[in-house]
């Protein structure tokens, strides 16, 4: 069995691409730059590494169904028109699933928690938002329509070791972090009420590779990728001084004011369409139907990214 992963050595693909080789595959492993993968793994050794970058590739969907795969694996697309072209391109193939990487932010603001995945009837924040769930919608009906064989995966914020993660704060602003090491009071908008959903992303990747071991039961569903958890602002913050050592010293501010205490527009944007959403997703559908079962708490993801952020010195403990 052969199975092509396109992004494969960010987030996702450093752990599904192991699972997939461990798991009886031929794995050819797509990427722009082949760089390093964020944590190490022997199988690695037999994956087949191709460079090529989709924006700049000539009929890259094509090569992709020249390959000849039983399985693709989508983690790089943010273009509905790149979706239908992949589609078009693997119906002629031996390809017998499609796994497209969606993302939480097709889910519009959150109502009734936890939100239900199979709600088709969002109303994303953002283009980014609205691109994955025109794809999402785009392959159920192919499926439902054609028979193409899709899946799609929504990922919570992917985290750990390695590399930036959303912050008490609701960005990637490290400041947070450096101010509750050294003791200082941080301030957070509104009540701190609003959540984030970290997940690790072995998990992301265990949810994709689960997809492909139950391929039946995954035909033309929407899955959730997270830890099953969310957490608040304020637990955050609590959670980030407890990890320190440190006595909480945690106020709050009015959006707008709070906005001017960040100091950084382009990251209170990014704050706004995390918390603006403060979803909390169930993960039962995903346990039925694919076994999946989260290696990682939120929170246990959360302290292996602060800790490398220490390990790696970008975070002093003075």
């Known amino acids: 069995m052969k199975a092509v992963v396109i992004g494969a050595y960010g987030h996702i693909g450093t752990y599904l691409v192991p699972m997939l080789i461990e798991g009886g595959y031929e794995v050819t492993a797509i990427s722009r730059g082949l760089s390093k993968v964020y944590e190490d793994n022997p199988a690695w050794g037999k994956a087949v590494s191709v460079k090529m970058d989709r924006g700049r590739e000539p009929g890259f969907a094509q090569k992709i169904a020249d390959m000849q795969a039983d399985v693709v694996v989508d983690l790089i697309n943010f273009d509905i028109s790149e979706t239908k072209k992949m589609a078009e391109a693997l119906k002629a193939t031996n390809c017998n699933h499609y796994l497209y990487c969606s993302s939480c932010w097709a889910h519009s603001r959150a109502e009734i928690l936890p939100v239900n995945s199979d709600d088709m009837k969002n109303d994303p924040l953002c283009d980014y938002g609205r691109d994955k769930l025109a794809s999402e919608q785009y392959l159920r009906e192919e499926y439902e329509k054609n028979g193409f064989p899709a899946t799609s995966i929504r990922p919570g914020q992917i985290s750990g070791a390695g590399w930036d993660i959303i ?152």
């Open 167 to 318: 912050g008490p704060w609701g960005n990637i602003s490290k400041v947070p972090f450096q101010k509750i090491a050294d003791g200082e009071e941080i301030f957070l908008p509104n009540f701190g009420m609003e959540t984030l959903h970290h997940v690790h992303g072995y998990d992301v990747a265990q949810c994709f590779y689960k997809a492909v071991a139950h391929r039946e039961q995954s035909l033309g569903e929407v899955f959730e990728a997270a830890s099953g958890q969310s957490i608040t602002l304020y637990g955050y913050a609590k959670l980030i001084y407890e990890f320190f050592g440190k006595e909480p010293k945690i106020g709050f501010l009015p959006w707008k004011e709070w906005c001017e205490y960040e100091g950084n527009e382009s990251e209170c944007k990014h704050t706004y369409l995390h918390i603006a959403r403060s979803g909390s997703y169930s993960i039962e559908k995903e346990r039925r139907l694919l076994g999946y079962q989260p290696k990682y708490t939120n929170v246990e993801t959360i302290k292996l990214a602060v800790q490398s952020y220490v390990d790696r010195g970008l975070i002093e403990v003075r």
